[in-house]
């Protein structure tokens, strides 16, 4: 697994998957929030994973240079940033247009009949 990871799996979860992953939550809310399109959640995962790659080396001496780990970073903090995103744009249209839509589920609305 540290092959993959370029790091031991423990760092790996504690500072991709706790202290980027919280930053990957707050950029989804952030572009959700600001009605910006959804595919700026790619570019700035893609940017929170360089983040989480230098932190895993400069901090815990793991490898920087590590494709797979870079993708494994990238995929985890795109699926916090994307459930973050539905979640806040969610509550939003329902809330902010309470006359047009009703929640259905926890990720989408629906148009009020």
Known sequence: METI??????????????????????????IANTWRPAWQILVYSLLLALVARFLIFALFDGVLLSLTGYLASAAL??????????????????HQYPWLYERAGLFGWRERI
Do not use: W
Not at 77 to 94: P, S
């Open 5 to 30: 990871l370029g790091t031991t799996l423990p760092v790996f979860l504690v500072v991709t998957g706790l202290v980027i992953g919280f930053a990957a939550y707050m950029t989804g809310q952030a």
């Open 77 to 94: 903090l795109l699926a916090i940033c994307v459930f973050a995103y539905r979640l806040t744009r969610a509550r939003k249209m329902v």
